[in-house]
């Protein structure tokens, strides 16, 4: 049974994914994808403040659970101006967010845990049809850029 809820998650992670994101993503890096997509903001202005911009555009491959400019928005002003502020923290919470190679829906439905590049895991779990990473729902899936794929997430991840 688990193995059956787990398929069905996959195939509907992806199906969402595919249809939003098909064309417009494919030959750009993890980066100019986020740029493009103007739902990351926040992530992009955290991306730069932290250094990681030329890491994030290298050959990877990454595999990046992105949090949505929704996301970053429920964290207290005062705490992201601070977090924002501090680069080694902020440079610890951003690599939390990211995965060496390239992790696909398909595969991450089969994890219960991934190492960070941060290196701390995450966790992982299927719940009610969808996905969680530490708590925050993936809401769309294996968006592929040249060097990795994104996952969008709705909530902001800590180690």
Do not use: R, W
Not at 32 to 42: C, G, H, P
Request: proline letters at 3%.
């Amino acid at each position: 049974m688990q193995g059956l809820i787990k398929s069905i998650a996959a195939a509907m992670l992806i199906a969402m994914s595919a249809q939003a994101f098909a064309d417009m993503h494919g030959k750009k890096d993890i980066v100019d994808t986020a740029v493009a997509a103007d739902n990351f903001n926040t992530l992009v202005t955290a991306v730069q403040a932290a250094g990681l911009v030329e890491t994030l555009k290298g050959d990877g491959p990454f595999t990046v659970f992105a949090p949505t400019d929704a996301a970053f928005a429920a964290i207290p002003e005062a705490d992201l101006e601070a977090l924002l502020a501090d680069k080694e923290q902020l440079t610890a919470v951003l690599t939390y967010h990211v995965v060496p190679g390239k992790v696909m829906a398909a595969d991450v439905v089969e994890l219960d845990s991934a190492t960070t590049v941060q290196g701390s895991d995450v966790d992982i779990a299927v719940v009610d049809g969808g996905v969680t990473v530490d708590g925050a729902n993936v809401v769309t899936t294996d968006i592929e850029t040249s060097n990795g794929v994104i996952h969008v997430i709705d909530a902001v991840i800590t180690p």
